[in-house]
């Protein structure tokens, strides 16, 4: 039975030059879940991060021991929280989950929305000037949660799955279509007619179809 191993939150705080709140950290008790996130959770910059859409951030533990193996030891891979997740579990990755899974977390309900697409405060948060793009190529993004009842989480909460609206529609499967088979036209359709993924993802779907052309991810991944 998955079991939630580390609830985490942050509040917004200096990272480089800019703000951010990617540092988060795990609390002991109970918080309540509501449409736009965990109360006592923050985000800098409301434009990119946050919203109904991407109001809860999940990330395997298990990918940390692949990046300490990648990257070396460094102060974010010591512990949760180091990609800005609010969710930390084992036993869940990017192959096994899919748009659209429902699970009950506490008294809450959550919907899986969208893969993470990662920025360029990885970068200052690990220390590694290309960590978003290597993020982004591995596929180890961790994805996110819109809430359809807002209730009570607390870490040791059981994941219980409710629904399964598009199952063959993984996270992974999702990033092949984004990031490395960009322009199969036949995944193109299939992601613009994606009911339970944002519209503005599919709208890549849709403007890769009429223009055959792959937008430019350079000033996300590298500010």
């Known amino acids: 039975m998955l079991r939630l191993d580390h609830l985490l939150v942050g509040q917004v705080a200096p990272l480089g030059q800019t703000l951010s709140g990617i540092a988060k950290a795990p609390v002991a008790g109970p918080l309540r879940l509501t449409p736009t996130g965990f109360e006592g959770d923050a985000q800098a910059d409301a434009r990119v991060h946050g919203g109904p859409d991407k109001a809860v951030h999940h990330y395997p533990f298990e990918h940390y021991e692949l990046w300490r193996a990648e990257l070396g030891a460094r102060p974010a891979l010591a512990a949760p929280g180091g990609f800005g997740e609010n969710l930390s579990t084992r036993g869940l990755d990017e192959t096994q989950v899919a748009i659209g899974d429902v699970f009950r977390l506490g008294s809450a309900v959550i919907e899986v929305s969208q893969g993470r697409q990662p920025c360029w405060k990885l970068n200052l948060?690990?220390?590694?000037?290309?960590?978003?793009?290597?993020?982004?190529?591995?596929?180890?993004?961790?994805?996110?949660?819109?809430?359809?009842?807002?209730?009570?989480?607390a870490p040791g909460d059981r994941f219980e799955l409710q629904d399964r609206r598009s199952p063959d529609w993984t996270i992974h499967r999702l990033w092949r279509t984004l990031y490395v088979d960009t322009l199969n036209r036949e995944e193109l359709a299939a992601m613009a007619a994606l009911e339970h993924l944002?519209?503005?993802?599919?709208?890549?779907a849709r403007r890769r179809l009429e223009t055959r052309r792959v937008e430019d991810w350079s000033a996300r991944l590298g500010g």
């Open 125 to 153: 948060r690990l220390d590694v000037p290309d960590m978003a793009q290597k993020v982004q190529s591995t596929g180890r993004t961790g994805w996110y949660y819109r809430v359809l009842e807002p209730g009570l989480v």
């Open 198 to 204: 944002p519209e503005s993802w599919r709208k890549y």
